[in-house]
């Protein structure tokens, strides 16, 4: 079977030509365009890679404390530290989170007959025995003595790359199981562990330490640990009232964010609404007002929501209040700028319809503009009130309120990179909800499938 190709006369092609002559005869810039734009911005990102230093800066980075804070977001550290007594004794003294309870058996962490301590990372292969007067390292089950004199910390001559000295001191790495700072005065412990450490309940808690087993059986079927109040309630108040993740505190921080992000939109929306109106030019004929009205919104959006949040923290001080004025300031121009542009794309035969039968200006735009307008308006302001949320943290670290500044809080510590995780955890879950709930909303008011 054979194909024959189609093919034209010198006439029809000349015919074809003068017919359309931008598709036989293109621009340089519709031919080569894309290279041409391709190359410029190549050039623009090798400009800005050397104008910005973005190499030096790379090779200069901190990746190693940069690591140690992505491990803090998922896993946890204990921190004691070893002194060395004058009676020849090591005394362990813990930080402030207090991840164990006074007196609680360390099973990591062991007290040995001559005052000293024994320190486990994983295995017994790799551990430290602490002495005011020596610490022996064990690697792979093999010792190195480190000597401790008044001056320094002394690794011997034969150690591994595991064990180093720095100065006065020596620095012993395990892996993601810790590592030791030996010095002088004391051993500096760091032994990590997977998770978040006295997440449910701190070591005051009745319930601190006790499996999921035994909770589910205290909560269910167990006798009162409190008589005047249920298992149940008293894990609640606990967890709650928990004095190292302060979960009452972080969740009503939340509750600030989210409604400073509602009452922020809601406000921009209510002004914005009127307002609209008159910026529309099909609606209201005098220039000079379309004009003026476009001016305050292109003002109120031009300047950032953060500007506004320094601006009335500034003013009112701390707290929900210039968060919720940021927001509404933001949002009622850029709210008012979309809606005037919904009124302005109306159809004109609705307005016309209501127009015929004698009905004033008011009742035209009500029946006539808003059926057309309010699904539009919904969606925006349903947007603008996702997005919001996730503004109202950033601007709440400058002073606004919200989980905002407890976020900056945790990470000015430099030591709650897991509290951090948690916060950015509950952020990301109440924007994803919202997003459905928007999502939900908007594909009911506009049609369409939702997503």
Sequence with gaps: MTSSVPSINASDRERLRAAHPEVFHRSFLKRYGLLVGSGIVTLYLVVCFFAF????????????????????????????????????????????????????????????????????????????????????????????????????????????????????????????????????????????????????????????????????????????LDPARSNMSHMVDDFLGNNVWQHADILWKLMQTLVMAFVGTLLGTIFAFPLAFIAARNITLNRAANWGMKRLFDFLRSVDMLIWALFFTRSFGPGPIPGIAAIFFTDAGALGKVYAEAVENVDDKQREGVKSVGASPVIVNRFGVVPQVLPVFISQSLYFWESNTRSATVIGAVGAGGIGLKLLEAMGTNADWDKVAYMVLLILFVVFLFDNVSNAIRSRLIGGPTH
């Excluded at 921190?79 to 609680?104: H, I, K, M």
């Excluded at 480190?146 to 910390?153: K, L, P």
């Design 53 to 224: 230093n973005v190499g030096p800066a790379f090779m200069n980075g901190q990746w190693d404390r940069a690591s140690l804070y992505i491990q803090d977001w998922y896993s946890w550290r204990a921190q004691p530290r070893l002194r060395f007594e004058d009676n020849g004794t090591v005394r362990a003294q813990w930080s402030s989170r207090g991840q164990y309870a006074q007196g609680a058996e360390i099973f990591w962490l062991k007290p040995t007959a001559t005052g000293g301590y024994t320190v486990t990372y994983g295995s017994d292969d790799d551990r430290l025995e602490v002495t005011p007067s020596r610490v022996d390292v064990y690697v792979n089950g093999t010792a190195y003595p480190v000597t401790i004199t008044e001056d320094a910390a002394t690794v011997p001559a034969n150690a591994p790359s595991a064990i180093q000295q720095d100065g006065n001191k020596v620095l012993v790495h395990y892996g993601f199981e810790g590592q030791a700072e030996i010095r002088t005065s004391q051993v500096y412990i760091q032994r990590r562990f997977l998770g978040w450490a006295n997440f449910l309940f701190d070591t005051k808690s009745d319930f601190w330490g006790k499996s999921w087993g035994q909770l589910i059986s205290l909560a269910t079927v167990g006798e009162r």
